[in-house]
């Protein structure tokens, strides 16, 4: 019995100390509300210019179509999930735009592009 109760005795210690030590866990994942806000429009702006530079390609920002964010694990900077619209500058005009996923990751001091997908 000894064992047990020293093994629950250290289990609680080691949650509390844990706790203290780490903070918080972020929340997760919440709606953007206004997917037209300057600072949202930037950041899809930001990663259609890094996946231009990155695959060479032309890509203009259409739309954000669904959007999402939360605090990063470093409580410095929000990542963001943007679904987005986005087409080929040289395409005709009508042309549909393809759907994109992207995660970036808002730092105050810069901004990392994380991912892009065409689906």
Do not use: C, Q
Request: glycine fraction near 6%; charge should be neutral; avoid cysteine.
């Amino acid at each position: 019995m000894g064992a047990a109760k020293s093994l629950v005795i250290f289990a609680l210690l080691f949650s509390i100390l844990a706790t203290a030590a780490f903070g918080d866990i972020p929340e997760g994942w919440r709606p953007i509300k206004n997917l037209n806000d300057p600072e949202v429009v930037g950041i899809a702006k930001f990663a259609v210019a890094e996946y231009n530079r990155t695959s060479k390609k032309a890509l203009v920002l259409v739309s954000v179509v669904k959007g999402e964010a939360r605090p990063s694990f470093r409580f410095e900077s929000m990542i963001y999930h943007l679904d987005i619209y986005a087409k080929d500058s040289a395409a005709a005009a009508a042309e549909p735009a393809g759907k994109y996923v992207t995660f970036v990751d808002d730092n105050t001091s810069k901004k990392n592009f994380e991912i892009f997908i065409n689906y």
